[in-house]
């Protein structure tokens, strides 16, 4: 049998004329950097997908992994190996062994936008690719949104209406037969954990209610 795979964007994905400006200044200024729309992680095969919003400029743009040397990943990837969906120690950087399991992370945007902030057409020109990777996974049974953005990509690439899915932390979705259960988080950022918006404790809820779907 073959394994499944999903459409990715080309290192030179041209879609979005700011995040192209954006990677060519950060491509002269870290020359060191993936610099480059970001691969999701994670085996397809697994029953959860994790969306995020985008990469981070010093973290994912600079190890290609998703949330990998970005603050939001210093609570994401040791809850999920609290919750037994990953094994290894999480080393913040691409190649620490560190490995998921029965999950995957992506973002709605793959490139990092300035100021961590998307816009409307980059998160509708990003879509396709979150299509593909959920077409991709035949096990795929609950999706976590991280934050208000992630929750909408995945509303609207399933090709529901905003106004009738509303974003909410600890949600549980269920959007319909044959669709993935959608559950919601505040992300897990610097900004929201040092407000006190998000505790690991409300994190771990939102894991503790997503365990239960499986
Ligand atoms: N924040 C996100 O939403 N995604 C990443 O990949 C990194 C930080």
Request: aromatic content about 10%; hydrophobic content about 35%.
């Amino acid at each position: 049998m073959t394994s499944p795979t999903s459409a990715v964007p080309t290192p030179d994905c041209d879609l979005c004329p700011r995040l192209v400006e954006f990677r060519h200044d950060n491509q002269a200024k870290y020359p060191d950097f993936f610099n480059a729309p970001v691969p999701s992680f994670g085996p397809l095969e697994a029953q959860v997908l994790v969306c995020g919003l985008a990469p981070g400029l010093k973290g994912a743009n600079c190890t290609g992994r998703p949330f990998t040397g970005d603050y939001a990943g210093d609570l994401l990837y040791p809850t999920l190996k609290t919750f037994h969906f990953a094994t290894g120690e999480y080393g913040a950087r691409a190649d620490d062994g560190f490995e998921l399991v029965n999950c995957r992370i992506t973002n709605a945007v793959r490139c990092v936008p300035p100021q961590n902030k998307t816009t409307g057409p980059e998160e509708k020109a990003c879509r396709p690719f979150l299509i593909d990777e959920m077409k991709a996974m035949p096990n795929l049974k609950a999706i976590l949104a991280l934050g208000g953005v992630a929750h909408n990509a995945v509303i609207q690439t399933l090709g529901l209406k905003k106004s009738q899915w509303k974003f909410g932390h600890n949600a549980r979705h269920e959007l319909g037969d044959e669709l993935p259960i959608l559950f919601d988080s505040y992300h897990c950022s610097r900004y929201n954990t040092n407000t006190g918006r998000l505790t690991e404790e409300m994190f771990h809820d939102v894991f503790r209610s997503l365990c239960e779907e499986l």
